[in-house]
């Protein structure tokens, strides 16, 4: 079967560095994705990784080991505005995107 | 405003109704995926089409629902003899061709059904 596993909730405190982990067991991979939801709202795309290693865009980066089937969504300078869920999605092998329940992420002052 | 739309944004309806969704992709994306959310949960892929070939459908999807775009660009998704456990966000995302390609996401269709 397929499985995406990440925390169900976190919590941090602004100005913070928090880092979120994504495992997942897919039938094949061709990329992974980490999107961020507000509550009530849509997922909106921040990262996609393919190749191992680390990707940064300015306070968000995402890191990729496909031997360890593992991705982590690191968050910096965390802003109040940051809390929300973030959800690891991987594209398997027909190109379809497999969900993770997403992780809560709750910013204290 | 060029993003991915959808109507409506909620609909309460009775158990055993019928009720149809509408979602205008970004113009120029080919691709259209339809997901189904509940709270806390990820997105539930449903159904995607290339143009308007509908080319997978999941296979936990009841034959209670259907979905159509039929000149390839907006796209329908209606569900026959809503049960309560249809009660979720509907979602609606474009892309463009390769499947690596982001998914730009709609605000969602809100269903509760009573």
């Known amino acids: 079967g397929q499985n995406i596993d990440q925390p169900t909730e976190m919590t941090a405190t602004e100005g913070a560095i928090v880092q979120i982990n994504c495992t997942y067991q897919?039938?094949?991979?061709?990329?992974l994705f980490w999107y961020q939801q507000h509550a009530g709202e849509a997922p909106t795309f921040l990262s996609y990784?393919?190749l191992d290693g680390l990707e940064e865009k300015g306070r968000f980066s995402s890191f990729l080991s496909r031997s360890k089937g593992y991705s982590y969504l690191l968050l910096k300078e965390l802003q109040m505005k940051d809390s929300a869920s973030y959800l690891c999605?991987?594209?398997?092998?027909?190109?379809?995107?497999?969900w993770g329940a997403g992780t809560k992420l709750i910013i204290k002052p | 405003d060029t993003g991915v739309s959808q109507n409506p944004r909620h609909k309460i309806t009775k158990r055993g109704q019928n009720v149809t969704f509408r979602c205008d992709p970004i113009?120029?994306?080919?691709?259209l995926y339809w997901y189904r959310q509940t709270l806390g949960q990820g997105p539930e892929f449903l159904t995607y089409?290339?143009?308007?070939?509908?080319?997978?459908k999941s296979r936990l999807l009841s034959d209670r629902f259907s979905a159509e775009r039929p000149k390839g660009s907006f796209s329908t998704l209606e569900i026959q003899r809503t049960e309560q456990g249809d009660s979720a966000m509907y979602l609606c995302?474009?892309?463009?061709?390769?499947?690596?390609?982001?998914?730009?996401f709609g605000p969602g269709t809100r269903l509760t059904v009573t």
């Open positions: 995302a474009s892309s463009l061709d390769a499947g690596f390609n982001e998914q730009y």
């Open positions: 113009s120029e994306h080919n691709r």
């Open positions: 089409f290339q143009n308007e070939a509908q080319l997978e």
């Open positions: 897919t039938s094949g991979f061709n990329g």
């Open positions: 990784n393919v």
């Open positions: 999605a991987v594209l398997d092998s027909n190109y379809q995107l497999i």
